[in-house]
């Protein structure tokens, strides 16, 4: 309990510290030498809407860094704890048929890549979508900003229609893009369901010929059901955290 609790709590403080230190470096750039002026010049050719990626995408940094960062942590363990079980347990011959020693560890790091592979083919345009997504929703609240910060000129022009008209225009991209979300993590749901439910059944397909062939026993063949699924589960942590790969690609871009 103890652990699991300040194991939470450093967390917490290490966010919350990394960001104050990156905030001010980034603010203090932002500042010299009227960088916040001379960006507004540029045309097009500096990066958008500073104060959003100085605001949010430093925390949306951190935090998707450190959620990328526990999970290869936990999923090295589980390779590290469970690869001598695998090595020592696994049949010399693959598939009972030809001599292959630690033949299910390259099994499963050739699935696993592949399955990798394949989520990016789904997935990769999720980084430019999200991306936008961020660019789009910075625009609007933008937008938003500007109306708060000149409501009395707004007022004594009239121009609350032409205001809201630009508004809607703003978050007709939001929604756009979030249509585009939508399409992408779907094709890559589908994707990354089949690839789990066919891993469920990988051990058993690999490991059932040895088995009938008398070159592992039962317990062995259980115990290795076990070690396979841990090692392969780690080799799966890229493909299981592509989605937070993506947002956190779309943020440092």
Known sequence: IMVRTYSGYIGMMLVINWRRFMTDWLVGRWMANKSFYRLQLQNGAAPDNPDQRIQEDIAMFIESFMSLASGFFESVG???????????????????????????????????????????????????????????????????????????????????????????????????????????????????????????????????????????SLGTMFMLFNALGSVKGGFDWFLMSYTTVTSFRATID
Not at 85 to 93: K, T
Not at 102 to 109: K, T
Not at 122 to 141: C, D, H, M, P, S
Not at 189 to 201: D, E, K, R, V, W
């Open 78 to 216: 589980r390779i590290v704890s469970m690869l001598p079980v695998l090595l020592v347990l696994s049949p010399d011959y693959a598939f009972g048929v030809f001599y292959c020693p630690g033949w299910l560890l390259y099994l499963s790091i050739i699935y696993s890549g592949v399955g990798a592979l394949f989520a990016h083919w789904v997935g990769g345009q999720l980084i430019l979508i999200n991306f936008a997504r961020q660019k789009y929703e910075a625009n609007f609240r933008y937008r938003i900003v500007q109306i708060r910060d000149n409501a009395e000129s707004i007022a004594l022009w009239g121009s609350e229609g032409v205001e809201n008209s630009r508004m809607k225009e703003s978050f007709d991209w939001v929604v756009r893009v979030w249509w585009l979300i939508m399409l992408y993590t779907k094709r890559l749901g589908f994707f990354t369901s089949f690839y789990m439910q066919t891993s469920m059944t990988f051990p058993y397909l690999v490991l059932a010929p040895s088995y009938f062939k008398g070159q592992i």
